[in-house]
Structures are given as structure tokens and as C-alpha cells.
T-cell receptor, first 114, second 113 residues
């Protein structure tokens, strides 16, 4: 049973560019959440997708957008990259109807903005 | 708003010694609490969780945590630390509405031989 997978593992971009990160949830899960983890900090919630809709959003600007596909996989898009967007981006999957939102995390994508 | 505080940024313990990592939360109702561990370059692995019932919960890798409502704490413990336990540990609480996890800033554990 494959867990949560993310691609790519690492990514280097320059300021102003756009980036797309991908996530496949754990088998049987229908909900995907995205978190940003800056160096030395805990993960910060970006948004959550269920039934192909954004259900809740954290305190992130509109430059951060996402999408969920019918197979429950998800993409995170960041436009007009800033140096401060450099971070580890974590995807977590869960069952929307599951108790207490127990989330399973992928290994993350390390984004470096130069 | 919910918040989680992990007062210790770094902790160093000797191999074989006991460990306690502190976590304090701010939450209006009964919290759902988690401890995760993150090794370098890895994602987050769930160690244990508290939802209700017995306030002492057992997790994987010999870890346990105790929920103390009166102190708003959920401290993680292990009786004997192994070198492989060196990692960063995060305490988290589920937000009201249950849609997101709110994490503490983490505690980096170093194990000396």
C-alpha cells in the first residue's frame, strides 16, 4: 500500500517564476492538505481540498492556488515566486469523513527560490 | 485561535537516558492532539495521538504522552533514548472544525553517546 507521494523531490526556481508541485494521496484517502515548512519552523497550513474544491485556507496570499483531480491527487501552484517562498512543501492526505482528521504526510518537495 | 507552544528549541540527552519534550496548547474545547517526528529530509511520521479517554497514550517506537487538561499540556516521554531517536519533534492540535493541523515550532533532539 503506497503512502503519500510527492514530486518533484527538489526544485530550484528564480524570483517571479511559477511552480507546480504534485501529490498523490494514500490509497483510500479523499482529502489532501498542503503545508509550508520554512527552515526552523513548524508546518503552516496552506489549504485543503476535498471533492475537487478548496474547503479551507490558511493565511496565504492568492499567489498560492491548488487543484484536486477526480482521482484525488492534487497540485499546488505558486505564482510570482518570492525568496520567502523557499521552504519544504508537505502534502498530507486524510479521510474527510474520518475522525479527528488524522493526516498522513508525504516526504515533501524542497523548493529553493533564487 | 488555537496555538501550540514547544518551549524547548533544542534538547540534548545521553543515549539510554529518559526524555521529556514539552508541549502546551491553547484551545477552547477538548483538543485532539498529536506528536509527529521528522528525520532530516523526511516527511512527518505520526508517533501518537490523543482524542479522548485515558490521558496516557502509547505510541510507536516506545514513546508515550500524557494529556493534562489542568496544565494545557501534552508532553512526550520515552524512558530510554536510542541514538536513532535524534530528529525533530512536533506537537500539533486539530483546529476547531477539524480541517487543519496547527503545529508547534518543533524541538530538535540530539542524542549523545
Amino acid at each position: 500500500d503506497a503512502g503519500v507521494t510527492q514530486s518533484p523531490t527538489h526544485l530550484i526556481k528564480t524570483r517571479g517564476q511559477q511552480v507546480t508541485l504534485r501529490c498523490s494521496p494514500k490509497s483510500g484517502h479523499d482529502t489532501v492538505s498542503w503545508y509550508q515548512q520554512a527552515l526552523g519552523q513548524g508546518p503552516q497550513f496552506i489549504f485543503q481540498y476535498y471533492e475537487e474544491e478548496e474547503r479551507q485556507r490558511g493565511n496565504f496570499p492568492d499567489r498560492f492556488s491548488g487543484h484536486q483531480f477526480p482521482n484525488y491527487s492534487s497540485e499546488l501552484n505558486v505564482n510570482a515566486l518570492l525568496l520567502g517562498d523557499s521552504a519544504l512543501y508537505l502534502c498530507a492526505s486524510s479521510l474527510f469523513a474520518g475522525l479527528y482528521n488524522e493526516q498522513f504526510f508525504g516526504p515533501g518537495t524542497r523548493l529553493t527560490v533564487l | 485561535a488555537q496555538s501550540v507552544t514547544q518551549p524547548d528549541i533544542h534538547i540534548t540527552v545521553s543515549e539510554g537516558a529518559s526524555l521529556e519534550l514539552r508541549c502546551n496548547y491553547s484551545y477552547g474545547a477538548t483538543p485532539y492532539l498529536f506528536w509527529y517526528v521528522q528525520s532530516p529530509g523526511q516527511g512527518l511520521q505520526l508517533l501518537l495521538k490523543y482524542f479522548s479517554g485515558d490521558t496516557l497514550v502509547q505510541g510507536i517506537k516506545g514513546f508515550e504522552a500524557e494529556f493534562k487538561r489542568s496544565q494545557s499540556s501534552f508532553n512526550l516521554r520515552k524512558p530510554s533514548v536510542h541514538w536513532s531517536d535524534a530528529a525533530e519533534y512536533f506537537c500539533a492540535v486539530v483546529s476547531q472544525g477539524g480541517n487543519k493541523l496547527v503545529f508547534g515550532a518543533g524541538t530538535i533532539l540530539r542524542v549523545k553517546s
